[in-house]
C-alpha cells in the first residue's frame, strides 16, 4: 500500500522568507506525485504535478518541487513567500501499479506567513 | 463550465439521522471520488467509481454508501448519522486518460453529527 509522510505541520515564516515543505511516500512502483494547496474557506487546488521527465517541476504562483527517486522525496519549495500564501499544504501521491485511479494524501501542512 | 459541485455546504445531523450529499460535475470526468478531511489527518478515501455503474471501497468506506447513474453525478449516502462522521466531505473527479491524473475537487460540504 502506498503511503505519504508530510513531516512538518505547522510552518511560520516571516514574509520574504525561503520555504521547503517536506513530503516523503512510501510506494515501490513508478508514481505520479502532486502538490495541493487548500487556502482558508476554500477547496483544493492543484500547486504542481510530476509525472515523468524533469525532476523538477514548476507550478503555479511561483512554487516547485524537486522528485528525488532515491530519496522517494517530492519537496515543495518557494523561494520567498507572501502573506497570500498562508494556506494548507498537501502532499499527494498516485501509484500508477495499482490499478486504483485515487490519491493517497499526506496529513498536510499548515503554513502561516506573517507580514 | 462549472467543474465540481457539491450541495449542501453545511449541514448539522442528530444521530441516526440519513442524508445524501450530492456531487455533480460537468467535464465528462469518467473517474469520481469521495473524500473526508479531519483536522491533522489529510484526506481519506471512502469511495470512488472509474465510470457508470461501477463503483468501489476506498481506506473508509464504513458507514457510507454510493451509487453512480450517470457519468455526471456521484452521491454519497450516510444512512445512520454517527459523530464520528463529523468531517468535511469533498468531492472529486478526473479524467481516465494515460496520465497524470489529476483531480478536480469540489468546494466541500461541512457536516456535523451531534
Given amino acids: 500500500a502506498q503511503s505519504v509522510s508530510q513531516h512538518n505541520h505547522h510552518v511560520i515564516l516571516s514574509e520574504a522568507a525561503s520555504l521547503e515543505l517536506g513530503c516523503n511516500y512510501s510506494y515501490g512502483g513508478t508514481v505520479n506525485l502532486f502538490w495541493y494547496v487548500q487556502y482558508p474557506g476554500q477547496h483544493l487546488q492543484l500547486l504542481l504535478k510530476y509525472f515523468s521527465g524533469d525532476p523538477l517541476v514548476k507550478g503555479i504562483k511561483g512554487f516547485e518541487a524537486e522528485f528525488i527517486k532515491s530519496k522517494f522525496s517530492f519537496n515543495l519549495r518557494k523561494p520567498s513567500v507572501q502573506w497570500s500564501d498562508t494556506a494548507e499544504y498537501f502532499c499527494a501521491v498516485l501509484g500508477m501499479d495499482t490499478g486504483r485511479r485515487a490519491l493517497t494524501f499526506g496529513s498536510g501542512t499548515r503554513l502561516q506567513v506573517q507580514p | ?114
Wanted: net charge neutral.
Fill in chain 2, 1 to 114: 463550465n462549472a467543474g465540481v459541485t457539491q450541495t449542501p455546504k453545511f449541514r448539522i445531523l442528530k444521530i441516526g439521522q440519513s442524508m445524501t450529499l450530492q456531487c455533480t460535475q460537468d467535464m465528462n470526468h469518467n473517474y469520481m471520488y469521495w473524500y473526508r478531511q479531519d483536522p491533522g489527518m489529510g484526506l481519506k478515501l471512502i469511495y470512488y467509481s472509474v465510470g457508470a455503474g461501477i463503483t468501489d471501497k476506498g481506506e473508509v468506506p464504513n458507514g457510507y454508501n454510493v451509487s453512480r447513474s450517470t457519468t455526471e453525478d456521484f452521491p454519497l449516502r450516510l444512512e445512520l448519522a454517527a459523530p464520528s462522521q463529523t468531517s468535511v466531505y469533498f468531492c472529486a473527479s478526473s479524467y481516465s486518460g494515460p496520465s497524470p491524473y489529476e483531480q478536480y475537487f469540489g468546494p466541500g460540504t461541512r457536516l456535523t453529527v451531534t
